[in-house]
């Protein structure tokens, strides 16, 4: 047997109703935080301001989420930046971000 009173023949018929069910189970997804995890999609049109950016990105994920009750778990963007020839990447994890030039021309440029 093979943990539940059968065995499988050596053949490569596959396996039983209850392995299969089994092995589907271990393949679900789980999500640990049920509802309480969400997403937010930004789209901004035009071209932003880098220093207004790194300032409004600091202070909710500094001082505004916490207020608010939230937890920001991951980010990423690409972002248009005034006076740059390039989009900038934007990526983050809890309340540390990186936003650097990234190795995309900004579209029309």
Known sequence: GHGH???HEANG???CQICEQ???EKRKLHARHGDRVGTVTMTIAGELDL???KEWLGNFLWEEQG????ETYR??????????????VLQGVHDTFELEPGPTKKPNS
């Open 67 to 70: 207020r608010l009750g939230m």
């Open 13 to 15: 018929h596959g396996d």
């Open 51 to 53: 220093q207004k950016v």
């Open 22 to 24: 089994q092995d589907d």
């Open 75 to 88: 980010y990423k963007g690409l972002l248009s930046i005034h006076g740059e020839d390039r989009q900038y």
């Open 5 to 7: 009173g059968h065995s």
